[in-house]
């Protein structure tokens, strides 16, 4: 296990470009999967899930090329489908969340799939109820595989037909949306998940051949056609990264210009650290977080007390909480974070409390943080990160705190966040990284 050494208290300036988004990167490389043409992709990360999603792909036969740094060919015209039966396939799906979206593409293409337990956070259960029902109303046959823990999903044909998703699952959508492009006849798909991944895996499908629309709704129309071609596509800013670097400029910054973040394609992030005090400008695609000696957290029209929950999409992502949870904790004022997607991604706030936060865990799902207002600094700490968004959230907090921080397993921040001790460090960062 790899750790950061973070020497805190030393401020932050300059300007970052944040990296193509990591969860639309994982379905756009999936959906290479449906053509044996070329599909190029630019602004792909290089960050661990997307590498190990990559290699995954070289393993049932993708040809990979990379013509330049964060540019991907990729052309699925040989694809060895025994390698699904092996158990090298299947451990290595166990530790990647990402390989779940091979399943629709593969099924539509190949009429046959493998589904196993995939990897990820360990941020509660993460169920996949919502894609097995997709699949099933498209058609497709699950059988359990006696003696190891995978089902074999198998179509002849999948049909087109209207369905209602039990909930508006990012992945479970993506999947669902790539099994249909080349069903028979049209899918509606109704309470679908709408964030930017999807509606951009939609713009590369349709230039790809298919006929989807209703994009950016949770309304899907696909119209289902015979086969898809090659195509070209470039990731969108990764916005989740975008909303990090602004929590770490409100905590740790004296002036920080984010740059090219696609502003449009940010919906309600900035306004959720603008509700906890953080003045944010807009100049262009940038945005710039100045110096703020102190924020105000609002409170709601009719003087209660702030509350900040997760939602599908428009609504505010649950993988920016631990990051506004940390800010919140130098802000003046109180707020309610409210966690209701995941079941254990609080336990982390236990860590700031050791750093002199000062926060009431009510229960799993609901924290109250009760802001400094910068009287009192945190303090370093040692810690170990327990999935992505807590790491990256205590490596701000171990940046804006006095003294000399160990992070732990941070292995999980590079699931998601390019050489971030670099990128850091050209702003005045100093984390040392310990292999
Ligand atoms: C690789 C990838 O893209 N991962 C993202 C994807 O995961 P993923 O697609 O796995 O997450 P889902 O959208 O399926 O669900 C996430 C959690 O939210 C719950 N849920 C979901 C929808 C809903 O309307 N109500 C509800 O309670 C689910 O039961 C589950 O516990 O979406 C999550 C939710 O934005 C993000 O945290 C992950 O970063
Ligand atoms: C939860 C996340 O990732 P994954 O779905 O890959 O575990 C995340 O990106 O915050």
Redesign the pocket.
Known sequence: MSAFIIEGGHPLSGTITPQGA??EA??VICASLLTDEDVRISNIPDIL?VNNLILLLKDIGVKVERPAQGEYVLRADDINLNYLESDDFVRKCASL??S??MIGPLLARFGKAVITKPG??K??????D??FLGFKYLGAEFHHIAGRDVYEIGAKRLRGCYMLLD????????NIIMAAVMAEGTTTIY?A?C?P?IQQLCHLLNRMGAQISGIGSNLITIVGVKSLHGAAHRILPDM?EVGSFIGMAAMAGHGIRVKDVSVANLGIIPDAFRRLGVKIDVAGDDIIIPRQDHYQIDSFIDGTIMTLA????PGL???LLSVLIVVATQARGSVLFHQ????SRLFFVDKLIDMGAQIILCDPHRAVVVGHDRKIRLKAGRMASPD??AGIALLIAAMSAQGTSRIENIEQIDRGYEDIESRLGMLGARIKREN
Do not use: C
Not at 167 to 174: C, H, I, L
Not at 340 to 343: L, N, T, V, Y
């Open positions: 990591k969860n994982l379905q899930d969340r990402g779940v979206l990820g956070d941020i509660g259960r993460r169920r996949l919502t894609h909930e508006a699952s990012v992945t479970g959508t993506a309470n998940a964030e991944y989740i997760d939602a599908p999409w992502t649950p993988d209701k997607m995941f079941e992505i968004r």
